[in-house]
């Protein structure tokens, strides 16, 4: 059954890798081939494939789940927002009507269209009294209707306005009356909305000229008369009981409702004002909101909701993180369950693969790691006992073979004498004197110099003088070499050339200065290297101060300050660890050398100070301790 599932999937991943091939770049090909090459060999890849497969109609359902219930939260949401929306803009009507059967109530009334067509334009006393009486019955109108906060009545032949609110209002300016006359010429027996805020021709808003302190009706008074007078009736809509209403149905913090007359004159909302019905449309459908809307079937007016679908979603959005966590779940207990049997079943195959392929590759010590009691513990076993016996076998070959090559070295060893390397050196000083090679017989001379203190009859340590003397034939040999690009000065303190010096401690300095000093420099200048020894005496006592300072090409501050750490690390190491380990065959190694040996012969308390400055020089100062138990007291013998 595993292998025909496996037949199937392979002619699929076959199949797509062709088809995909046609239309991939080259690059993308050698990709798509690797993967496939890597699901045939590997058992591993095989079984992650086959739980991923499992896994995608759970992924698949999960996601199908989620996008439906959100499907079904928007659809119950929007019903019952859309519900409420109804309802208030119902109220919000029966309102408008109660404003128009009202108004036309007020303008039809006789009696004050006759006190308002008696009183003329200088008022008389009966005419005021007769504008107070009329004022109350304003007022007792309001008391009964909470949706108004105010009524008014603009009388023409006085131009001034009597409020229930502000009382009697004089309207001056001829513009403003001008307006409000063509207003009513053009209303008819109608009414219209006019927004407080609403200039009316180059004068003030309506509301601070007519006394309007919000969503005002205006229509004419006595509209059935024909010949009537331009008197006009003013009813302000109480906006704050109109925002109670509306905010009732907010169904949430970041939702926003506003209310619209037909012509798209904003009136009220629970947000800042738009700018206009457009914006505001526009606005929300590019913020991903959610819009409802309820339109009065009889005046128009709309009723518009905007909510973001993100709050919206809130209530689901933890049913969909769970969802994520079950499908993120699933998929690591795939992955996990997936290594867990190939670790059982493959892992050790491999492991045996890896193991012949170590001894195949000459690494003979390989042993493989199995506690299973199963087949494969008992293939381990058998692998490592081989492994075992052919280790041994050709040990023991080995062994041989460099035991004889040994005793052949130390056969021609034991041949070569120190007179023999003198006489050579000899002999062949006196051809280049015959020869009036004085350059090369002045090497010669110092070489054979250098390799005389260098041997020194065995012998580990030198005085200073001879150090220095081992120094100079070093220092004159390198001199020759380089043709005289560099001088050497000496300042040797008398009282210190006695004592004794570790042999060969100075001389990877000196070499270190030369050669990174000299060949890595791009000057053309004579390089000066400076060599002082002398003695100094601190709180810790007396100590033998030797400085190695070069005018070459130096070292940046980085390079210096990690060189000088790993020499202070090499001098904290106990002196059984002093022995430097590296790789490096540089500067560094030849320094860690010296401090090496500075830790094993003089103790914790030697120092070694790098200074440096990048293009001018460096100098190296070496603080050996006379007070140490191997210290540069002992005198040569």
């Not at 058998?382 to 041994?392: G, V």
Request: proline letters at 3%; aromatic letters at 8%.
């Amino acid at each position: 059954m595993t292998g025909i599932t496996w037949g199937a999937i392979s002619l699929v991943i076959s199949s797509s890798v062709s088809l995909l091939m046609d239309k991939r770049t080259e690059g993308e090909c050698v990709m798509l081939k690797y993967v496939y090459n890597r699901i045939r060999q590997r058992i591993q890849w095989r079984l992650t494939i086959y739980f991923v497969l499992i896994l995608i109609p759970l992924v698949l359902s999960g996601w199908f789940l989620n996008k439906r219930s959100q499907e079904l939260l928007l659809s119950e949401t929007t019903a019952r927002t859309e519900s409420a929306m109804h309802a208030l803009m119902d109220n919000i009507e029966l309102t408008l009507q109660n404003v128009e059967e009202l108004s036309a109530m007020l303008s039809t009334d006789s009696e004050m269209n006759d006190v308002l067509s008696n009183a003329k334009r200088k008022l008389e006393a009966k005419n005021v009294m007769a504008l107070a009486k009329m004022k109350r019955k304003l007022a007792n109108f309001l008391s009964i209707h909470p949706m108004f906060s105010q009524i008014a009545i603009y009388h023409d032949h006085s131009n001034s306005v009597i409020s229930t609110l502000h009382g009697v209002l004089p309207v001056e300016r001829a513009d403003e009356r001008i307006w409000l006359r063509q207003l009513l010429n053009g209303l008819g027996t109608g009414m219209m909305f006019i927004q407080p805020d609403e200039r009316i021709g180059a004068g003030k808003p309506f509301g601070q000229a007519f006394g309007a302190d919000s969503l005002a009706v205006v229509r004419a008074m006595d509209i059935y008369n024909p010949n009537r007078e331009r008197h006009a009736l003013i009813i302000s809509l109480n906006m704050e009981r109109l925002q109670q209403y509306i905010r009732s149905v907010k169904p949430s913090e970041q939702a926003e409702l506003h209310l619209y007359t037909a012509d798209g004159k904003w009136v009220a909302g629970t947000a800042q004002r738009p700018d206009s019905y457009q914006d505001y449309m526009a606005r929300a459908e590019a913020s991903n909101q959610v819009l409802i809307q309820a339109v009065s079937p009889y005046y128009g007016w709309t009723l518009t909701l905007s909510q973001p679908k993100k709050e919206l979603f809130a209530q689901s959005r933890q049913l969909e993180y769970y969802a994520v966590f079950m499908i993120v779940l699933s998929v690591v207990l795939a992955l996990v369950m997936a290594y867990s049997i190939y670790k059982s079943i493959a892992a050790p195959m491999r492991m045996l693969a890896v193991g012949l392929r170590a001894i195949t590759g000459g690494k003979l010590d390989v042993r493989l790691n199995s506690t299973r009691q199963d087949e494969f513990g008992l293939v381990t076993h058998l692998f490592n006992h081989m492994a075992s016996q052919q280790q041994h076998l050709i040990h023991d070959h080995y062994e041989q073979s460099l035991r004889l090559a040994n005793t052949e070295l130390k056969l021609l060893q034991s041949q070569i004498h120190p007179h023999f390397l003198y006489n050579t050196l000899d002999s062949i000083y006196w051809m280049a004197k015959h020869s009036e090679a004085e350059d090369i017989s002045e090497m010669v001379l110092h070489l054979s110099q250098f390799f005389r203190l260098s041997l020194s009859k065995g012998k580990d340590v030198l005085t200073v003088k001879e150090c220095v003397e081992h120094l100079h034939a070093y220092i004159r040999i390198q001199q020759i070499r380089f043709m005289d690009l560099f001088r050497v000065e000496y300042d040797i303190e008398p009282r210190a050339e006695k004592l004794t010096l570790v042999k060969l401690l100075v001389q990877p300095i000196v070499e270190n200065a030369i050669i990174h000093g000299l060949e890595k420099s791009s000057q053309d200048q004579e390089m000066l290297l400076r060599i002082t020894i002398r003695l100094e005496v601190s709180e810790g006592g007396e100590s033998l101060i030797i400085a190695v300072n070069d005018t070459g090409t130096g070292m940046t501050e980085e390079t210096r300050a990690r060189l000088q750490a790993e020499l202070s690390a090499v001098l904290r190491q106990p002196a059984e660890h002093s022995v430097t380990a590296s790789g490096d065959t540089g500067a560094g190694y030849g320094l860690r050398n010296v401090a090496a040996r500075m830790r094993l012969n003089y103790g914790p308390r030697a120092k070694i100070q790098i200074d440096s400055i990048w293009r001018k020089g460096t100098t190296v100062t070496l603080v050996l301790p006379l007070s140490e138990p191997y210290s540069v007291r002992h005198q040569a013998s």
